[in-house]
């Protein structure tokens, strides 16, 4: 006997299935939390609350999930090893917030940890955002971004302020302000930063500001000061063993203070990197490099933008320019709209392959080899000067 189908019956438990599960998404987004960290917390008897906070970010991370935030109230905290943020894979609308309480400073302070300790450690985690926080002192890298092996991405860093990290000995492995690497590591934002003061004990040329590697995508860089370091303020991967960054914007920074080579250094097997709208002042041998001297292969497609190049480089054997090229056929990297001040604008060394040979050009030879044909120059660069440096003042 067939049975007769009860079709408002059918409705209902369409609705009920429904109304479950939007009840259950609701639950489950309400169920984001808040934990506190604080200088006098305790990790074994606090429960992460405000009248009760933990001791550690490290702990308050352990007992967190996607979609809670961590405030860690003001103070310093003396850190002997690192903080390690794994494992915790969270979405667009669910991201673990690390954070100094609101109207609070927190201090992370490595003074005390050993050679090569970083501050922060990022790895097989997705849509985590450190903000609001002082890092120093520490003796590796301020945040390090590993996605070598493990998806890492969807990462924010903003507000941070990451100073004086140094080795404890010259042989030590390199300081970085922010260190990201692995070609599982994309769609990092890295915005309103100060990184300054790295390195600057040895002034090695291993120590950067930002250092990216190993086949890094999608990143942003917007709006930060990088001031004072040993060796660039940004470098992408230069060496013989790994790939530089690909569809990296960097933007609208001011990249002052390379005690060594310069501003942006844009090394091997490196594609489609964008670099728009940034001041360049004081540095060293050159304001943006493009070096291609291990592999000979890829590196190109860049995009330079809108920059203004104001160092007057010092003579460190090489001819100081605003611009560097190292067995570059620079032909396939595209110039626009950028103003140089006073030196010879740009340098070419030729180990492999280079389209424009000779040591340096002028400004007005650069253009003629068709290169920033809407570019211009600028004798006087004392205005410029002034503004870059209240721009710095301010910010420390």
Known sequence: ??????????????????????????????????????????????????????????????????????????????????????GKIGNSSSWL???????????????GSTSNTNCFKIINS????????????FKGAGVWIDGKNY????????NLDISNLDPVYSSDGPTMGILGEGPYSSNVTIDSCKIHHIGMLYKRQTDQGIYLNNGVTYWTITNNIINNVADNGIQIQHGTSSKGASNT???????????????????????????????????????????????????????VRGNYFVSNPANTGHSPSHLEFWDMNIGQSY???????????????????????????????????GQDTSGSQVADRTSMVNYIQSVIQNYQ
């Open 249 to 303: 914007i960097i933007q609208s920074n001011f990249l002052c203070g390379a005690q060594n080579h310069g501003g942006i250094l844009i090394g091997d097997n490196s594609v489609s990197n964008s670099v728009y709208y940034n001041y360049f002042y004081d540095n060293h041998e050159y304001d943006l490099a493009m070096w291609n001297h291990y592999y000979h292969t890829t590196n190109n497609g860049h995009v």
């Open 335 to 369: 110039f626009y709209t950028n103003t140089y001040y006073l030196t010879s604008v740009y340098t070419s060394y030729q180990a492999g392959s280079c389209d424009y040979p000779e040591t340096y050009l002028t400004f007005s030879q650069w253009k003629a080899k």
């Open 126 to 137: 997705q849509y985590v955002k450190l903000q609001n926080l002082n890092i120093q002192h």
């Open 151 to 158: 998806t890492t991405s969807n990462i924010t860093l903003s």
């Open 97 to 111: 917030t690390i954070s100094s309480y609101p109207g609070e400073t927190a201090y992370l302070d490595g003074n």
């Open 1 to 86: 006997m067939k049975r007769k189908f009860n079709r408002n019956l059918a409705i209902l438990m369409v609705f009920l299935i429904c109304t479950t599960l939007i009840l259950g998404n609701a639950l489950v987004a309400s169920a984001a939390t808040t934990r506190y960290v604080s200088t006098t917390g305790n990790d074994s008897t606090g429960d992460g609350t405000i009248s009760h906070p933990y001791k550690t970010v490290q702990k308050a991370v352990n007992m967190s999930n996607p979609g809670d935030t961590i405030y860690v109230r003001g103070g310093t905290y003396n850190l002997t090893s690192v903080t390690s943020i794994s």
